[in-house]
């Protein structure tokens, strides 16, 4: 068993496996580092099943994410087409777990397995990890938010393709830190959705555009409670564990005070792209 370093956002983690594990983490390869002070780290291993108390199920896309307990701790099992990939089983804050496999779609539960505990282990160092398609464009990033098949990432290749100068950050995994004299700091990461897009790299964050379809094109600023409200649901964490959730509550805030929010109904056009980039990036 090795033990590789990463650095995602500033973070550092370790992920300590058979190197046939760490092999398939190609992803995570613009993201090496030396060894250092970790916030997580995470040891993969084949063994039997964990017995929990399940509390809560997410479902998408055919991946499943049970959350549940044992005794004293926090255990979240990894389904992907109705079978099980593995169960991760955590320390009550976060800072060291084990991913049992099942040899069933190991990749899958080690991306899992990583993302949940990134998302706990650095709610509390003003740090969000979003469910959001980014795009950069004249030095600044801006993301897209929205329920799944909304149409993040069409509205995103939109730009790529009409809007000269932009790049493409993340397509639905993007991490953002809120810097101690508060400015809004937006990173690619090692997770992407279906589009493969692992870049380290960040941007100052100039904008956040909630998207819903519609058979026109309207955008409209958004402020205050309205803001905050559009952040909560794209943003990854364990909400009924009280230390999660103030300290997602924190970084919250602070991107619904500084960081310039837009509702944008559209359809999925170049008129959508022209008029939320004429809008959003003055």
């Known amino acids: 068993m090795n033990t590789n370093y990463y650095i995602v956002a500033g973070h550092c983690f370790?992920?300590?496996?058979?190197d046939r594990v760490l092999e398939l983490m190609t992803n995570y390869e613009p993201f090496v580092a030396a060894q250092g002070e970790t916030v997580f780290a995470l040891t993969v291993k084949a063994g039997e099943a964990v017995s929990y108390v399940e509390e809560l199920r997410q479902e998408d896309e055919g991946q499943d994410i049970?959350?549940?307990?044992?005794?004293?701790?926090?255990v979240f099992e990894f389904r992907w087409g109705g079978r099980t990939a593995g169960w991760l089983e955590c320390e009550s804050d976060y800072r060291n777990a084990t991913l049992t496999t099942t040899g069933y779609a190991e990749?899958?539960?080690?991306?899992?397995?990583?993302?949940?505990?990134?998302?706990?282990?650095?709610a509390g160092l003003n740090t969000a990890l979003f469910h959001s398609a980014v795009v950069s464009y004249e030095g600044r990033a801006y993301m897209f938010l929205g329920k799944s098949g909304t149409g993040k990432s069409t509205h995103a290749s939109l730009w790529l393709r009409y809007i000269n100068g932009t790049e493409l950050v993340n397509?639905?995994?993007?991490?953002?830190?809120?810097?101690?004299?508060?400015?809004?700091?937006?990173?690619?990461?090692?997770?992407?959705?279906?589009?493969?897009?692992?870049?380290?790299?960040?941007?100052?964050?100039?904008?956040?555009?909630?998207?819903?379809?519609?058979?026109?094109?309207?955008?409209?600023?958004?402020?205050?409670i309205s803001a905050y409200v559009v952040l909560v649901p794209s943003i990854s964490g364990k909400r009924w564990d009280r230390q999660v959730a103030d300290g997602l509550h924190q970084t919250e805030n602070a991107l619904a005070q500084t960081v310039p929010t837009w509702h944008l109904e559209c359809l999925p056009d170049e008129a959508a792209a022209q008029l939320c980039n004429s809008t959003i990036t003055v």
């Open 14 to 18: 370790c992920v300590s496996a058979e």
């Open 171 to 224: 397509d639905d995994n993007p991490v953002v830190r809120v810097t101690d004299d508060g400015m809004a700091v937006v990173y690619g990461s090692p997770w992407s959705g279906k589009t493969p897009c692992y870049r380290n790299i960040s941007y100052p964050l100039g904008g956040i555009v909630q998207l819903s379809q519609a058979p026109y094109n309207k955008i409209k600023p958004l402020k205050g």
């Open 66 to 74: 049970i959350c549940g307990r044992t005794f004293d701790h926090p």
């Open 107 to 122: 990749k899958m539960a080690v991306d899992n397995a990583l993302m949940v505990l990134y998302a706990l282990a650095t």
